[in-house]
Each structure stands twice: as structure tokens, then as C-alpha cells.
């Protein structure tokens, strides 16, 4: 890598350090810090290109030492920048780049590393979403380290049963509400929490346990903070140039020039480095509706031609280099093939968030059960375009904030029905084609909704209903990877069918979950009213003795206990299109997993074994 400040050797005895920019409208540029008293002078880059590279080696390891670019503007104004390719940098309010060594942190996650899975499409993945700051606190207040955090979070996370966890953005920003999303520091780990050592061994002990780690990025915008890259030497140079693309008035933040060959390089070289430097796993890609369309001044989408470019770039870039590595489009709109091979067209994303499933399931789930008849689609319409591409099915934080309530408190009915409907939502989160996530707190009914600075509210732990909540959640997990119908064929309309989804008057749906084996199949049952069934008839296709293995009603998960306990034989005869069929109980607000009893095959005997098996017999008739 060669922009940055490197610890390095020129020739081979005089160790130093080396400086390296790009800022193509400077007239010149030093670097100033503690190591000169902030004073330039005697301190200069050499513009080594046409392009506008500046470079300086200093026969002196600064490691540790504060320093910014001095910068003097094509209007002759003098100002002083942060290190847009900075390892590590001072924590807020201050805003100096260190000179950081990054080459000594000693991995041990090679294990990992050799089983990472390549073929995790037919894989279960259910993501657990976190925000650094805010998942648990000290008893002051203050946050814990990354290496604290460690020992509080992953023995948590394992012992949840999750695959992956997925990361609020963590690269430097000088402001704490903005949860990472406006960023200064796309190569600095932010110093909030600790050293960049500090976060490879936070990512080294997850992978030692078996934990993916997915880092939220955002390469459509940037923070205009005076340190940062807006307007780094004096004119656009990251940002678009005209002000109506530059400007992000939504979010006060200046958009990416994601055309321009060098910002393309910066951000395809930042995302390789947070895979070669930090080993992460995966990245879930902010906002990607902002970066493929235009802002729209007549009512009309427009496309962006180079953003598009880009992302079929960095995508095809990632898969050459970690074709392991998950990249997860945040896109809210119905621009095709997000995740097609861009050979053929698409972006090259590995999945995206299905948010029209997010928003259709949740204005349902908050609609009143004698309503809900009336919002059918709002839970079949998901499967006329699930298997159009591969996706993610996330309940995040952004459903969870900003007043849209809780999870728990989005659900109608009184206290026991928020709950039973609550686990009914998981479950159904579960059955449904596509990937998982779920954001921190909805895993044990956080009651109010997430609260930025401070930490969750984990005494609610203290109280049984969300202990049985919790403990629900635990078994679905389990339920959820025990059984390949639930997660093999998750892209594909193999891997689903529908039993009856015509049901509106009850509004319960019943289908199939289907694995790559014809034996492995699942029975669903959702029912979304507070009715409880018994005897109920569902259409199943084959003969012989189920069982029920999640049931969201029974009581050691905080339900009335309306379950089948026993062998549920199926009876000959036609329903729902099926030769077989099932009478079984219907939980009220609950969901129903059912699987056939697989036969055990015979083992065939050897001639020894019939031989002694003939002359035991003889010895029993004598």
C-alpha cells in the first residue's frame, strides 16, 4: 500500500517514515505534528506525478506521533487535514491522524481462515446486528474496549447459536449519533474503543470461536467536517463537482464522485484493506439506492452510470481477491439483478436486504388481528419475487429507532399477545426463504426502542416472559441450522411451495420448506389471529408419522402450551392439493414446524452375521 504513513526501510539500513497523499489542486503540502511542533517548514511533499501524488521519507520512526497535512489551497488558504489513509487517529473531539505500525499484530485464526465457506448459499447464516457503543456499557457509562468487549460479547454470541455478526460502521467519525454512518477515517479503526490491534484480536477471537464478522460500510458518502476529506485540498476532489450531486441534504453529508477513477481506487483499496488487514468476513453496503440513482430534481429516477460502474467493479475486485467474502447491498429499490453476475449485467452483490419483506411483514404484524384478513398480500406477495435474487431478511436497527418502536412494542394486543406475536415473528423469520438478521436487543423483547447512547436494557433478563422469549429465540436458532429445508434452498423456488395460501379469513398460511433431499422437508403453520385450532386439516405430500419440533406456544417459551405433543399420523385422502393430510392443534398468534419421522434403514447382514443370528436360533429351539 503505498498512500498512508508507513513505518519502512529506504534501502537496506535506514529505517524511517514514509508519507504519501493525493491531492491534485494543492499548490504544496507538509506534514505537521508533534514530532516538529506543528510547523511545516523544512516539512514538505514533493508532488512526484501529474496527478497530484505527494510523497516525503523521514530517516525517523514516528510511530505514535500525531500529524495532519498542512495543505495551501489553489486560493492560496492554508488549512490543516486529518490522513484520509490513516491507521489509526486521535480519539474525539481531537482529530490528529498517529502514525501507526500495523504489520505486527500475529493472527491466529488460521483454522478459520482454511474453512471460511465458499459455498455459503447453501449454508445457514443468521446475523447478529450490533452497535459497539450501545450493546452493553460500563457501570459509568464509558464503553468498553474492543478487547472488553470480547469476553462480554462472544461467549454471548456463541452460546445465542448466531453465524455472523454484523457490525455498525467502526471506521473514524467525530460524531457519536451518527453510529459510523458519516465517516472521516475509511482506513482508521475508531479509536473509541481501542487500537487497531486492539480490533484484530476482537475479530481474531470471534473466528477462533467459529463467529463471521461483517462490517457495515459506507462508500456513497462522506462527513464534511472541516478535518476531513470534504474539499481536501481546496476543490472537490473526493466529492462530485457540481454542488447538486455533492450535497446529501438527507443526512448533511457530501456524496462520493463514485465515477472518477481515483475515489474508485480509494474505496476498492479500503475495502481490500479491512480484508487483508482486519480479516472481516463480509460487508453490508450502505445506501446503495443513493449511489446507483441521481438526485432527483423532476420526480424521476435517473442512474449513475459510474456508480453503477462501480460497484460492478468493486464486487468483481472483492470476488477475485476473498471470493469468500460476503457483500450485502442495504437497497431499497427494484433495480435488477443486485445480485447477478456482472458478466451478465448485474452488480455482483453477494445478497441484499430484502426491505420490501422487512415493510410488508411489519405493517402487517402491526395491523389488528381482525384486520390482518384484509393485509393477505402484505405476507405472500415476498414470494412472487424471493428467488429473483438472494437475500436477506432483516429485522435491523433501523426499524428500532427514531420512534418506530421496538420490535415487541410494534405488536398489538395486550401483554401476552405482544409476546406470542413477537415469537411468532421470528419463527416466521425462520421459515421464510432467505438469509437472517436481527438487530441487538430483539433477541430477549427489548420493550423500548434502541437507545444510541446508552446500553440495552438488559434487566428486562430479570423478568420471565422475556426470559422465555430468549430462551425461544436460542431454540429456533438451533432449529434453524439443525435443518438444511430451512437454509439450502433459500434462492431457489425448489426449495418452497405453498400448502394453502388462500386462507384470509383465518389468516393462516401454511407451506413447505424444502432441503436438496427429497426426505428433507419441513410443515409450516403460521396463524396470525388469537384463535387457537384444533383438528386442523393441512395438506401434506407423503405418507407416514410427523412430529412437531418448534412449537412458538408452548410454555417454557412464555405460551398457553396449545401444541402437538404426540406422533401426528397422516390420513389418505386430498387436501389443499396433497394425497396426505395432518389434523393438527394451531397455536393462537403461534407457528408450527412439523417434520416426517425418517425410517431407519435396515442394516444388510454379512454371511457371519446370518450364520450366527441361524445358530442362535437353533440354540433358542433346542
Known amino acids: 500500500m503505498l498512500f498512508g504513513a508507513h513505518i519502512c526501510q529506504k534501502g537496506d539500513v535506514i529505517e524511517g517514515t514514509r508519507f504519501c497523499v493525493w491531492a491534485p489542486h494543492a499548490q504544496s503540502v507538509s506534514v505537521v505534528g508533534t514530532f516538529n511542533d506543528w510547523n511545516g517548514k523544512n516539512f514538505e511533499l514533493e508532488k512526484i506525478n501529474d496527478e497530484g501524488v505527494w510523497h516525503l521519507f523521514m530517516p525517523v520512526n514516528l ?177 462530485y463537482e457540481n454542488s447538486q450531486d455533492r450535497e446529501n441534504p438527507v443526512w448533511g453529508t457530501a456524496n462520493f464522485d463514485l465515477g472518477k477513477p481515483e475515489v474508485q481506487s480509494f474505496l476498492i483499496s479500503n475495502a481490500l484493506f479491512w480484508i487483508e488487514h482486519f480479516h472481516i468476513d463480509g460487508f453490508r453496503v450502505d445506501a446503495v439506492a443513493n449511489m446507483i ?54 452488480l455482483g452483490f453477494s445478497y441484499k436486504w430484502n426491505m420490501g419483506w422487512m415493510n410488508d411483514i411489519l405493517t402487517y404484524m402491526k395491523a389488528e388481528f381482525s384486520d390482518r384478513q ?57 421459515a421464510h426463504p432467505g438469509k437472517k438478521l436481527l438487530f441487538m436487543g430483539g433477541e430477549f423483547g427489548q420493550f423500548d426502542e434502541w437507545k444510541d447512547q446508552e446500553q440495552l436494557d438488559w434487566n428486562l433478563q430479570d423478568f420471565v416472559m422475556h426470559q422465555k422469549l430468549h430462551a425461544y429465540v436460542k431454540e429456533l436458532l438451533k432449529i434453524y441450522k439443525r435443518n438444511k429445508a430451512l437454509y439450502e434452498m433459500d434462492d431457489t423456488h425448489d426449495g418452497f411451495e405453498w400448502i394453502d395460501v388462500n386462507n384470509h379469513e383465518q389468516s393462516i398460511f401454511s407451506f413447505i420448506r424444502k432441503g436438496k433431499n427429497e426426505q428433507d422437508f419441513l410443515i409450516i403453520v403460521c396463524n396470525f389471529t388469537a384463535t387457537v385450532y384444533h383438528d386442523y386439516i393441512v395438506g401434506v405430500p407423503s405418507k407416514g ?42 397455536p393462537p398468534l403461534g407457528i408450527s414446524i412439523i417434520r416426517p419421522i425418517k425410517k431407519r434403514k435396515e442394516k444388510k447382514k454379512t454371511d457371519g452375521q446370518k450364520k450366527m443370528h441361524s445358530n442362535d436360533l437353533s440354540r433358542r429351539k433346542r
Not at 489509526?88 to 491522524?97: A, F, V
Request: hydrophobic share 35%.
Open 545 to 586: 408419522e410427523y412430529r412437531e419440533i418448534l412449537n412458538s406456544d408452548e410454555l417454557d417459551f412464555g405460551g398457553a402450551g396449545n401444541r402437538n405433543s404426540k406422533k401426528i399420523i397422516s390420513n389418505k385422502g386430498t387436501y389443499h392439493g396433497k394425497p396426505y393430510h395432518l389434523a393438527v392443534t394451531i
Open 63 to 239: 510511530a505514535g506521533e500525531i500529524y495532519k497535512y498542512e495543505i495551501v489551497t489553489p486560493s492560496n488558504q492554508k488549512i490543516l487535514k486529518s490522513d484520509p489513509y490513516a491507521f489509526y487517529s486521535e480519539e474525539r473531539p481531537q482529530t490528529g491522524s498517529i502514525v501507526y505500525n500495523m504489520s505486527s499484530y500475529k493472527w491466529r485464526d488460521k483454522k478459520w481462515q482454511n474453512r471460511k465457506q465458499k459455498n455459503v448459499q447453501s449454508k445457514p447464516v443468521f446475523i447478529y446486528e450490533l452497535h459497539f457503543g450501545s450493546w452493553k456499557t460500563k457501570a459509568d457509562g464509558s464503553h468498553y474496549s474492543y478487547s472488553e468487549l470480547a469476553e462480554l460479547l462472544i461467549p454471548y454470541v456463541v452460546e445465542n447459536g448466531y453465524t455472523h455478526i454484523e457490525l455498525l460502521p467502526l471506521i473514524e467519525h467525530p460524531l457519536d449519533i451518527s453510529w459510523g454512518y458519516q465517516g472521516v477515517g475509511y482506513f482508521s479503526a475508531t479509536s473509541r474503543y481501542g487500537s487497531p490491534h486492539e480490533l484484530m484480536k476482537f475479530i481474531d477471537l470471534c473466528h477462533q470461536q467459529g463467529i463471521g464478522v461483517i462490517l457495515d460500510w459506507v462508500p456513497g458518502h462522506f462527513c464534511k467536517d472541516n478535518h476531513g476529506l470534504y474539499m481536501f485540498d481546496g476543490q472537490p476532489t473526493y466529492e
Open 293 to 346: 440513482y441521481w438526485p432527483s430534481t423532476d420526480g424521476h429516477q435517473h442512474l449513475n452510470k459510474g456508480a453503477i460502474s462501480f460497484l460492478q467493479k468493486i464486487n468483481e475486485v472483492i470476488s477475485f481477491y476473498a471470493p469468500e467474502t460476503l457483500v450485502i447491498a442495504e437497497d431499497s429499490t427494484d433495480f435488477p439483478q443486485v445480485t447477478g453476475n456482472v458478466s451478465a449485467g448485474g
Open 374 to 430: 384484509y393485509l393477505h398480500d402484505k405476507v405472500t406477495f415476498s414470494l412472487l419475487y424471493a428467488f429473483s435474487e438472494k437475500f436477506v431478511l432483516p429485522l435491523s436497527h433501523d426499524e428500532v429507532v427514531h420512534g418506530k418502536k421496538s420490535l415487541l412494542n410494534k405488536m398489538p394486543g395486550d401483554y401476552w399477545q405482544k409476546f406470542a406475536q413477537l415469537r411468532l415473528l421470528y419463527g416466521y423469520l425462520i
